[in-house]
């Protein structure tokens, strides 16, 4: 069975320092990668997501992430945090052989002015 | 164009009470998905449509839920017999088709709340 685990609750960042958050994956196949983020009183958004091939992506709001096999992980990314990044953010992972995808527990992100 | 809506936002039904949530995906969008989402938790599976057949139930709790989407578009989810377990907000999302490749676009969610 596919599993997810976003290790960190809560991130902060001053604004304009680089941000990450970690996410790590187990499935028994190939993964599907995803990043969403929920903004307060607004559905789930889609970031990016890794299928294939190069194994940094890039997504909306200049947020990427790096798909790194040997160590399961799929960390978010962004090279200079803006104040409006904050929000909460999930990982989720997905298998070739089903449909279903699993999401984490989420990382609340706060941008610190 | 129109994304995914749920209705109603907000529902509060007393214990043993039945509800039904809805959910009108983006048009064209074969595929559905119904999650839950409890204070503090990432969304948890319950159950996904392809077309009007429900491809995999494997997370709904128990068989006090149950799902339908008889002409493949719109969908309900219902809850019999409520529970104040079953206290959440129910996020309805579709996508192009099948595939577990496809990103997901959500609704604004149902938050249920059961007295």
């Known amino acids: 069975a596919q599993s997810v685990a976003q290790p960190e609750d809560q991130v902060n960042v001053a604004e304009g320092n680089p941000l990450t958050v970690k996410c790590t994956y187990s499935v028994s196949g190939n993964p599907y990668l995803f990043w969403y983020v929920q903004y307060p009183n607004r559905g789930l958004q889609f970031l990016l997501k890794?299928?294939?091939?190069?194994?940094l992506v890039k997504g909306s709001y200049g947020f990427e992430a790096e798909f790194n096999k040997s160590q399961t992980s799929f960390h978010l990314k962004k090279p200079s945090a803006l104040v409006s990044d904050s929000a909460l953010y999930f990982c989720a992972v997905g298998q070739g052989t089903g449909d279903k995808i699993i999401f984490g527990k989420g990382t609340r992100l706060h941008i610190l002015p | 164009g129109a994304g995914v809506s749920q209705t109603p936002s907000n529902k509060v039904t007393e214990k043993g009470k039945y509800v039904e949530l809805r959910c009108d995906p983006i048009s064209g969008h074969t595929a559905l998905y119904w999650y839950r989402q409890s204070l503090g938790q990432g969304p948890e599976f319950l159950i996904y449509f392809q077309g009007t057949g429900a491809a995999d139930d494997s997370g709904l709790p128990n068989d006090r839920f149950f799902a339908v989407r008889p002409e493949g578009s719109v969908s309900t989810l219902k809850i019999q017999r409520t529970e104040r377990g079953d206290s959440a907000v129910y996020l309805c999302?579709?996508?192009?088709?099948?595939?577990?490749?496809?990103?997901?676009?959500f609704g604004p969610g149902t938050r249920l709340t059961v007295t």
């Open positions: 999302a579709s996508s192009l088709t099948s595939g577990g490749y496809y990103e997901q676009y």
């Open positions: 890794y299928i294939t091939g190069d194994n």
